[in-house]
Structure formats: structure tokens, C-alpha cells
């Protein structure tokens, strides 16, 4: 896991692998959910070092973690379409529009290359109007 230096490996398509950093409120709850949930579960051999597990103890697989997601935005009556594809979107337009540098972003996301990160991040209008507005010498 690396959890207690900071990281979690991913493995993403391809069973490719990286390292992204876990800070702050994600720290946090990953934490209270390793300490509470899933220290009460019979952990099957194999899944040791795997963070999320379902019930019996094995790894969550892609439509469970959709299922999840579907079932807590029902719960909260959002209307929108959002999957874990939604999550890492967000992710990813959240610390490009904080000015996080591109090179970053992609080795969290895990592109091989940077021009699938240029497509994946969109950017809106206003971050795009703050962008000039703020870096440029004519105002």
C-alpha cells in the first residue's frame, strides 16, 4: 500500500502501475476506513496489500465500485450521470484548474502520454478568461 509514506500504488489498464500521492481529507477517511470496516474483514490470501475489499474479503471489481457510486448518488437525489470516470475527470480539472502542471497530472492519471491528458482535462471558459486575465501583460 505505501499508505504510511504518503502513496498508493494503482494498477490502471494494462496492469500498469503507479504511485499517487494520498493527502489531507483523503488521508484521513482511507484511514478511518482501514482502521474501522476493513480491519473487520476476512481478508482472503492474495488481497492483503489490495485497499478496498468487498464483504468476502476479495477485491472490488469495476461494476461493484460503479454500483457503489449509482447507489450514493441516488441517495443524495443528484440527477446527474456519474461514474467513477466522473471522479477522475473531476480530479484531474480540479488541479489543472488550481494550477497544477500538466506533466503531474498525467503521471497520476497514468498516460503514457501527455496528449491524452490535453484531451481528457477540459477547460471552461472562465478558468480560460482568469488564465489570461491574470498571466497576461495587456489587460
Known sequence: LFFDEGFIKVTGKGNKQRFVPIVGITQKYINIYRNGIRNHLNIKPG???TLFLNRRGRQL???MIFTIIKQLAEKISLKKNISPHTFRHSFATHLL??????RSIQLMLGHESITTTEIYVHLDKTHLTKVIEKYHPRK
Open 61 to 63: 471489481t469495476r461494476a
Open 47 to 49: 488481497y492483503e496489500d
Open 97 to 102: 484548474q488550481n494550477n497544477a502542471d500538466l
